[in-house]
């Protein structure tokens, strides 16, 4: 992977962050990284391998909106960590299976099925609603109420 690349690919993504106010995905897509280096070493590597031949590639070629990328490679991620489900949580709060791309405004979570693991976050609305705040703070953030 050039480091020319991976620049584009950056250039481009940055792009569709300032015109859409979307928010930049690739800080808690690192943490996951980190989380799957360490606990699966062979589902790391797979996702090193899509990273560097396959998201920064059509990113940069603009063969792919990076954000659409990006929020594949995170539940590409997820579900390396912790197999399950991914939903998008509409403003209502309501959840709806996932299919890419997801509407800008759905908050998208990747549910385990080993239920006691959180729900892992895929992609952020650029502002969240009541409904979907409160679904982030109890699937993500795991705060109740008393």
Request: glycine share 4%; aromatic share 6%; net charge neutral.
């Amino acid at each position: 992977m050039s480091e020319d690349r991976t620049a584009e690919a950056d250039r481009r993504l940055q792009e569709v962050l300032e015109s859409s106010g979307a928010r930049d995905p690739r800080e808690f897509y690192r943490n996951r990284l980190r989380e799957l280096k360490s606990a699966d070493a062979s589902a790391y590597s797979a996702a090193v391998a899509y990273y560097k031949d396959r998201l920064i590639p059509e990113i940069a070629a603009g063969s792919v909106d990076p954000l659409i990328a990006w929020a594949e490679y995170g539940r590409m991620l997820a579900e390396s960590l912790a197999p399950g489900r991914t939903v998008s949580i509409d403003t209502t709060g309501c959840a709806h299976s996932y299919e890419s791309p997801a509407s800008p405004d759905r908050l998208v979570l990747h549910l385990p099925r080993n239920q006691g693991v959180r729900a892992l976050l895929v992609s952020l609305p650029a502002t969240l609603s009541p409904a979907q705040r409160a679904t982030y703070d109890v699937l993500i953030s795991g705060k109740q109420r008393t």
